[in-house]
């Protein structure tokens, strides 16, 4: 099975901060990786697909870029919206594996 | 806009089985991977696993033996079924449509209690 792993698990950042976020498969996984966010108390929602392409609406602040097993997820210039934690899913296989998650703060 | 609702008890007891629905409108059930996916409160969403409109599945090694799921394409619903379940299955249950890149549409999840 593939496993995801996330760094850091936390990160605390000012308004304005680029931040980034890394996720590492434990097999190559081509480009077939998705980042959802996930605010307090919310449902977690699609912010990028194949590893680069932004889905619908989703901020340009966003931005995703990897492939094999090294990903990262960016935040050029974090917003207060942003606090949420962050997951990576890979969809490489018939199954579906999530990253333990990086939960984004603003200091 | 498609939308997923899920529905179902919000209590199971041990060793009984967990049976949640999830009805899909906006779209049709008959294209995509409808996916059940958990999360237990404070911590990250696992994967149940999928049903396709055809039937076929592909459930988490970790849950496999005790998941099943269907599918009702005239209902444009899909279910899932937790057998033995333990408080170890307390979990927030979110049912979504994954398009192949990953899920689009989401439910706004069921809180599953295990208790006696």
């Known amino acids: 099975d593939i496993q995801m792993t996330q760094s850091p698990s936390s990160l605390s950042a000012s308004v304005g901060d680029r931040v980034t976020i890394t996720c590492r498969a434990s097999?190559?996984?081509?480009?077939?990786l998705a980042w959802y966010q996930q605010k307090p108390g919310r449902v977690p929602k699609l912010l990028i697909y194949?590893?680069?392409t932004l889905h619908s609406g989703v901020p340009s602040r966003f931005s995703g870029s990897g492939s094999g097993t090294d990903f990262t997820l960016i935040i050029s210039s974090l917003q207060p919206d942003d606090v949420a934690t962050y997951y990576c899913?890979?969809?490489?296989?018939?199954?579906?594996?999530f990253g333990q998650g990086t939960k984004v703060e603003v200091k | 806009q498609m939308q997923l609702q899920e529905s179902g008890p919000g209590l199971a007891k041990p060793s009984e089985t967990l049976s949640l629905t999830c009805t899909v409108s906006?779209?049709?059930?008959?294209?995509?991977?409808w996916t059940w996916i958990r999360q237990p409160p404070g911590k990250g969403p696992e994967w149940i696993g999928y049903?396709?409109?055809?039937?076929?599945?592909n459930f988490n090694p970790s849950l496999k033996s005790r998941v099943s799921m269907s599918i009702d394409t005239s209902k444009n619903q899909f279910s899932l079924n937790v057998s033995s379940v333990t408080a170890a299955d307390t979990a927030f249950y979110y049912c979504?449509?994954?398009w192949g890149a990953g899920c689009d549409h989401w439910g706004q999840g069921i809180l599953v209690t295990v208790s006696s």
């Open positions: 899913q890979t969809y490489n296989s018939v199954l579906r594996t």
């Open positions: 097999q190559g996984i081509h480009h077939f």
């Open positions: 194949a590893a680069s």
């Open positions: 906006g779209g049709s059930v008959s294209s995509s991977y």
């Open positions: 049903i396709f409109y055809n039937g076929a599945t």
């Open positions: 979504a449509r994954d």
